[in-house]
């Protein structure tokens, strides 16, 4: 939709793919707040100002790993547009969390979106993201 790099962000030791294994995996992360490593992590982000951040909600927050990426790198002044699939819970606490992670960033109001309705949300998406 938009004219702009895209960045996966992806894990060196695999997510399990059965889903009640993975949300014991991510809850202990969580509770231990953990820092899981990236693969291939980006050497910079310094040409980039404006970055739609997507992310799955996990246990009402962002994956771990997305807050190994947001402490990786300097987002002072970057402008972030935060857009979770969640199924039920919304945002959760992740706005806060990236406000508190990313303190000196300009943060956006989120776009919360039905992970299992994501194959129809480009107008959705326009709306909450449009003119950006
Ligand atoms: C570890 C884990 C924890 C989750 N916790 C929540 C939650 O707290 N609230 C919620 O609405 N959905 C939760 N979900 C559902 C995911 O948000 C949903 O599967 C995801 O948005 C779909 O995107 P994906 O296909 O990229 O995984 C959880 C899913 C997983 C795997």
């Known amino acids: 939709m938009i004219d ?12 399990p793919f059965d889903y009640h294994e993975c949300t014991l995996r991510a809850s202990d992360e969580l509770k231990n707040n953990a820092r899981p490593q990236i693969l291939d992590p980006l050497e910079s982000i310094d040409e ?22 947001l402490e990786s790198y300097d987002f002072t002044n970057k402008h972030i547009y935060p857009i979770c699939s969640h199924e039920g819970s919304g945002m959760g606490r992740s706005e806060s969390n990236l406000k508190k992670l990313c303190p000196n960033s300009i943060v956006y109001k989120g776009l919360s979106i ?19």
Not at 5 to 11: N, S
């Open 4 to 15: 702009a790099d895209i960045y996966q962000i992806k894990e060196v030791d695999e997510y």
């Open 48 to 69: 980039y100002d404006t970055i739609y951040l997507g992310y799955p909600n996990w246990w009402s927050t962002m994956p771990t790993i997305v807050m190994t990426f």
């Open 114 to 132: 039905y992970g299992s309705h994501v194959d129809g949300c480009r107008q959705q998406l326009e709306r909450g993201l449009g003119g950006k």
